[in-house]
């Protein structure tokens, strides 16, 4: 009775035999690191993952720099676009705009630094990238349709 392996990889040391020089070795190792090479890039040429498209790059930038002020034109220049064209691509791809996609991601961000901490509003603004703490109410509420304390109040175990 053959045992088959718990993995698909052949080590080769099945074959290895004591009468093998050292160059043979050396070529065979490398010959295992080619295989082992090939294989990894044959996996990586067909993965289903479609390349990224111009909107994931702007959300990818936004959710790393949403704390800091940030210029969309800055963007568009990094991207090598118009300022328009890079905002009308954007919209047609997600349905929101540039600004809209900011602010969804700092109000998320918000939402979990009011339920997780202590944090006064001031500093959650701060954190998150807004400007003050009542331009942050008004958006907070524009898009939960209520504020950040009574959001607090209601949600969080801390309170």
Partial sequence: MQIQPKYPFDSGFERFSPQRNEITLKAEFVNLLMKMYDKKGYFVTQSNNPPPTLSNQVIKYLAEYYREKIYISDIARALNISYRTL???????????????????RITAAKK????????????????????????????????????????KQKSPLY
């Fill in 87 to 105: 905002s009308r691509k954007f919209k047609e791809e997600t349905g929101i705009t540039i600004s809209d996609k900011l602010t969804q991601i």
């Fill in 113 to 152: 630094l009011l339920l997780e901490s202590n944090m006064l509003l001031y500093d959650i603004a701060t954190q998150t990238g807004f400007e003050n703490e009542y331009y942050f109410s008004n958006a907070f509420k524009k898009a939960e349709g209520i504020s950040p304390s009574f959001y607090r």
